[in-house]
């Protein structure tokens, strides 16, 4: 059983279209992450949901909106598709002890033509 | 968040240990060191963390100096599936749920034959 999926795995679209991936967990974690990876391979925090709120919100384009309609979904809508919005995102989960491992899916493949 | 400095990229034989070294040498009472790595086409996985103390798990052993400044994580065998990126970061445990990971570059490293 995959404990944090994200679909789809690949996602090729054109500029200017709206977009979505979804998250899910089964590990019954509360507190879920998008990350972005570009093509240098730096990873960066995009957002933090715990309990279906939002905690941590990076400097991220209002392009970008973070959907959680439950604990274990955190979803990511992107707007009006940019060149510069190739990259892999990575959703992660983990539990509400402060110091307790992030778990991360496999990515989604995102590009924009 | 305080930062972190690994070697770029380092090489070991199979089935020899690997030292990854990682200086944090701005580190505050409140950071914990957590030690991730990604494998190719795959998401970041957890590997090790600690405080003060060394610790030891199932994957590796993580080796503290006694000023907090500088960690090295210890694979004691490597084999070519430890072939990855592996990233030491620091976690400061007093923002509570908004604490959050911040990747560096990380040393990725090559297992060979």
């Known amino acids: 059983d995959t404990a944090v999926s994200q679909t789809p795995k690949y996602l090729v679209t054109q500029m200017g279209n709206d977009k979505s991936i979804k998250c899910e967990q089964n590990?019954?974690?509360?507190?879920m992450y998008w990350y972005k990876q570009d093509s240098k391979k730096f990873l960066k925090i995009m957002f933090s949901?715990?309990?279906?709120?939002?905690?941590i919100n990076e400097t991220v384009p209002n392009r970008f909106s973070p959907k959680s309609p439950d604990k274990a979904h955190l979803n990511l809508h992107i707007n009006s598709l940019e060149l510069g919005d190739s990259a892999v995102y990575f959703c992660?989960?983990?539990?509400?002890?402060?110091?307790?491992?992030?778990?991360f899916g496999n990515g989604t493949r995102l590009t924009v033509t | 968040d305080a930062k972190t400095t690994q070697p770029n990229s380092m090489e070991s034989n199979e089935e020899e240990p690997v030292h990854l070294p990682c200086n944090h040498s701005?580190?505050?009472?409140?950071?914990?060191i957590h030690w991730y790595r990604q494998l190719p086409s795959q998401g970041p996985e957890y590997v090790i963390h600690?405080?003060?103390s060394n610790v030891n798990n199932r994957m590796a052993s993580l080796a503290i100096a006694e000023d907090r400044k500088s960690s090295t994580l210890i694979l004691h065998r490597a084999t070519l599936r430890d072939a990855a990126v592996y990233y030491c970061?620091?976690?400061?445990?007093?923002?509570?749920?908004?604490?959050?990971?911040?990747f560096g570059t990380g040393t990725r490293l090559q297992v060979t034959l």
């Open positions: 600690g405080l003060t």
């Open positions: 590990l019954g974690h509360d507190t």
């Open positions: 701005t580190i505050s009472g409140t950071d914990y």
């Open positions: 992660a989960s983990k539990d509400s002890s402060y110091n307790s491992p992030l778990h």
């Open positions: 970061i620091l976690r400061d445990v007093s923002t509570g749920t908004a604490s959050k990971l911040t």
């Open positions: 949901y715990n309990n279906k709120e939002l905690i």
